[in-house]
């Protein structure tokens, strides 16, 4: 079965410094690959997403995550974080065929000032 | 956008109480789900349904059962309500059974603390 891992539960960095959120999914053929953002107290948001072509892919709030197969990996990355970013930050995979979409156990970024 | 709306976003019940937590979307989504958050242990599925009166089980039923009369809305039944339910309960709709390239629309939540 398809399974997620979040390295990270718990990401502290300072405002206006690079993170770098990792998410390792074990091996599969094909896979589509989500992060999704939860701020304080509300649902999850999809913050983007890699279905096919270009192993880097840009979300909204200046996230981009690159898909690597050799590594069986979509690590999120951002060049620079604000406060409002701090969240919890879920990676999921959905296996090609279609039958197994599994969540992560989550990161929870803390952006200090 | 779809709107996915969960009636309460805290709860506190009584354990052995019989608990109902409702979601309701607004964009004629086939397809609804409901998971369970835990710390630690993400997101589990405890049930969804692809289409009214259509009901399977996810990776963690037991305790729960789920009811879908009408398209827009989709119930998660604790019968007996017991502490290790306590847990933030995250209702989701997609227009497809898998999550497709728009992937899942979340509720807010709701926060259910059983005493």
């Known amino acids: 079965a398809q399974s997620v891992t979040q390295l990270d539960s718990q990401v502290p960095v300072f405002e206006e410094a690079p993170v770098e959120l990792r998410c390792n999914y074990s091996s599969s053929v094909s896979v589509y690959l989500f992060w999704y953002v939860q701020y304080p107290n509300q649902g999850l948001q999809l913050l983007l997403k890699y279905l096919s072509g270009s192993t880097l892919v840009k979300g909204i709030n200046g996230f981009e995550a690159e898909f690597n197969k050799s590594q069986t990996s979509f690590h999120l990355r951002k060049p620079s974080v604000h406060i409002s970013d701090t969240a919890e930050y879920f990676c999921?995979?959905?296996?090609?065929?279609?039958?197994?979409?599994?969540f992560g156990p989550g990161t929870r970024l803390s952006v200090l000032p | 956008d779809v709107k996915v709306t969960q009636s309460s976003r805290y709860l506190v019940k009584r354990t052995g109480e019989k608990v109902f937590l409702e979601c309701v979307q607004d964009?004629?989504?086939?397809?609804m789900f409901w998971y369970r958050q835990d710390p630690g242990l993400g997101l589990r599925l405890i049930y969804f349904s692809y289409d009214v009166k259509m009901k399977e089980k996810g990776d963690i039923p037991e305790g729960y059962s789920v009811s879908r009369e009408k398209k827009e809305r989709f119930s998660l039944i604790l019968e007996s309500a017991s502490t290790n339910q306590t847990s933030m309960y995250l209702c989701?709709?997609?227009?497809?059974?898998?999550?497709?390239?728009?992937?899942?629309?979340f509720g807010s939540g709701t926060r259910l603390t059983v005493v």
């Open positions: 999921a995979v959905l296996d090609g065929d279609g039958q197994n979409f599994v």
């Open positions: 964009m004629d989504h086939e397809n």
């Open positions: 989701a709709s997609s227009l497809s059974y898998l999550p497709g390239p728009a992937g899942y629309t």
